[in-house]
């Protein structure tokens, strides 16, 4: 069902500057598609107390991802603010048979290396509406100190930069609206991979005649 060029199943790389909505869309997206499962990946992060281990992420020590790292376990790994964070190989190839495929939640760094690994996985940048905006986000959320919700921003205006290497943008600046946009990108995608996979199946069947 998985390969790694992408085209057995749809592998949807979701990214956005933090407070910009993507875990709000991503969860929205997951209840509308129950044939799309979600990614959970590895980090060194401290287990905070509402995540469950293998629901929220895989929480791994330093020392077990780097083990990990080396013997070319991930898809994609990155150190975002002191953490490890990374996709195994493993966890793209869990799957059943009645799903259609896979839902990724990755900085711009994952996003630059699932698109090296996987140059047929489609991503999607979440921007916020303005950086203003970004920073009242941040800033609601009153569990962050200030040396945070600064580094966060500085952070932001980075990864803004590198919109281009993504397949599509969606700015958040009505939830349901930019849910809508998601959806209709991950519909059209996956009526192009049906037709393809159509012509494909005819093809084979001409052959066979032949």
């Avoid at 401290?46 to 020590?61: A, I, K, M």
């Avoid at 259609?100 to 290396?113: E, F, I, K, M, N």
């Avoid at 609206?177 to 991979?193: C, D, I, P, T």
Wanted: net charge neutral; aromatic share 8%.
């Amino acid at each position: 069902m998985w390969s790694e060029d992408g085209t057995d199943w749809l592998i949807l790389v979701l990214a956005s500057p933090s407070g910009a909505g993507k875990t709000s869309l991503k969860n929205r997206l997951l209840a509308d598609f129950p044939r799309l499962r979600f990614s959970v990946s590895h980090t060194t992060r401290r287990q905070r107390p509402h995540e469950l281990d293998g629901r929220d992420y895989h929480f791994v020590d330093r020392r077990t991802f780097e083990m990990m790292i080396d013997q070319g376990e991930f898809a994609e790994h990155a150190e975002v603010f002191g953490n490890l964070y990374g996709t195994s190989l493993a966890e793209l190839r869990r799957a059943s048979p009645e799903q259609t495929g896979v839902v990724l939640d990755l900085d711009v760094q994952g996003a630059r290396q699932m698109a090296a690994r996987i140059p047929r996985a489609l991503s999607v940048f979440i921007l916020p509406p303005s950086f203003e905006e970004l920073e009242r986000r941040l800033r609601a959320r009153a569990d962050e100190p200030e040396s945070s919700i600064r580094r966060r921003l500085a952070e932001a205006r980075d990864e803004v930069k590198h919109y281009a290497m993504f397949d599509h943008l969606i700015v958040n600046d009505e939830l349901d609206r930019a849910y809508e946009q998601l959806r209709a990108v991950v519909l059209a995608e996956g009526s192009r991979r049906w037709r393809q996979a159509h012509r494909a199946e005819a093809l084979l069947r001409g052959a066979k005649k032949s």
